[in-house]
């Protein structure tokens, strides 16, 4: 079935850092691959996706590009802000529309 | 974009009382919502799926006489914690995607804020 295996947290950055957090996935065919972020006390909110291989999804300055030889989907920052402290969700869906979500992971970023 | 409404945001209950979480399609219709739970520093974990006019289809391991899901309407479903215990205390999250009546159109989903409960 349908997988995905996030890096684990928590990640703590000084402003303007880069960010990387790993996401690979197990999946039958080519799903959309999704990553959300969830700030602190809310739901999660679409960050980002990317509908078939070689798309790069962006939002915000965060990156991922779908890379099927690799099956990742990495997400990237240049540089992060204080305001980018969330948990990141990297996930896909399953036949109807329930997802997969990996683990979280955890970013703070200090000033 | 589309809206999902969840309410309430947070409840606060007493232990043995029921609790009832709605979720609302706002600009779309729905004929299949998603329960999840999230423990503390975890991830969201699917509980069941909620079938416009039919039955939830439950997760394994998921009472369903526990957690009584009614998806009543295209834009309704509701997730009642019967006879809450602080072991149910977790933030549920609900989501929908928008789907013509079999055919799914898109497969972006599309999350509630959430409801923290707490169960003293």
């Known amino acids: 079935g349908n997988s995905v295996t996030q890096m684990e947290g928590p990640v703590t950055l000084s402003e303007e850092a880069f960010l990387t957090i790993n996401c690979t996935y197990t999946a039958t065919g080519y799903p959309s691959l999704f990553w959300y972020v969830q700030y602190p006390g809310e739901g999660l909110q679409l960050l980002l996706k990317a509908t078939k291989a070689d798309d790069k999804g962006s939002n915000k300055g965060f990156e991922a590009t779908y890379r099927k030889e690799t099956t990742s989907f990495h997400l990237e920052k240049g540089s992060v802000q204080v305001s980018d402290s969330a948990v990141y969700f990297c996930?896909?869906?399953?036949?109807?529309?329930?997802?997969?979500f990996g683990t979280g992971t955890s970013l703070t970023v200090i000033p | 974009g589309a809206v999902v409404s969840q309410h309430p945001s947070r409840v606060i209950c007493k232990s043995g009382t029921s609790v009832k979480i709605e979720c609302r399609s706002l600009?779309?219709?729905?004929?299949?919502m998603f329960w999840y739970r999230q423990f503390p520093k975890q991830s969201l974990m699917l509980m069941a799926t909620s079938n416009e006019g039919s039955k939830a289809t439950y997760e394994q391991g998921v009472e369903k006489d526990k957690f009584l899901i009614n998806h009543a309407s295209l834009t309704l479903s509701t997730l009642t914690v019967t006879s809450a215990h602080p072991e149910d205390s977790s933030f549920y999250i609900c989501?929908?995607?928008?789907?013509?009546?079999?055919?799914?159109?898109?497969?972006?989903?599309?999350f509630g804020q959430g409801t923290r409960l707490t169960v003293v």
């Open positions: 600009d779309f219709q729905a004929t299949t």
């Open positions: 989501s929908a995607s928008p789907s013509d009546r079999g055919r799914k159109m898109n497969t972006e989903a599309f």
């Open positions: 996930a896909l869906p399953n036949t109807g529309n329930q997802f997969y």
